[in-house]
């Protein structure tokens, strides 16, 4: 079995900064694209910022020049380095990797169990 287990969440004062950590452990053969995705009360998911296994990034328009996605291919993990926060940026945040595992043909979608983040003063 597959697992993602996100850390680092928490509360911080807007204008400043979090890390978060997500790693995969198990049975896995091969990390493709690793992401991160946040959800507000009341909102759908959405995509903040994803990497894949050679290293490009995408980010969505809102976190552009604040967030920083990485990744250790070594440890199978994704971090996103989450600066000048803002109140609007709180939600649960979710990294997905999509994944084949060990002796397995096809690559699926993992989801951790989520972090929560909250900006307030």
């Known amino acids: 079995q597959v697992q993602l287990v996100e850390s680092g969440g928490g509360l911080v004062q807007p204008g400043g900064s979090l890390r978060l950590s997500c790693a995969a452990s198990?049975?896995?053969?091969?990390?493709?694209?690793m992401g991160w995705y946040r959800q507000a009360p009341g909102k759908e998911r959405v995509m903040v910022a994803t990497i894949t296994s050679g290293g490009s990034t995408n980010y969505a328009d809102s976190v552009k020049g604040r967030f920083t996605i990485s990744r250790d291919n070594a440890k199978n993990t994704v971090f996103l380095q989450m600066n000048s926060l803002r109140p609007e940026d709180t939600a649960v945040y979710y990294c997905?990797?999509?994944?084949?595992?060990?002796?397995?043909?096809?690559?699926?979608?993992?989801w951790g169990q989520g972090t929560q983040v909250t900006v307030s003063s």
């Open positions: 198990g049975s896995i053969g091969f990390i493709n694209d």
């Open positions: 997905k990797a999509k994944l084949r595992q060990r002796g397995g043909v096809n690559l699926y979608d993992y």
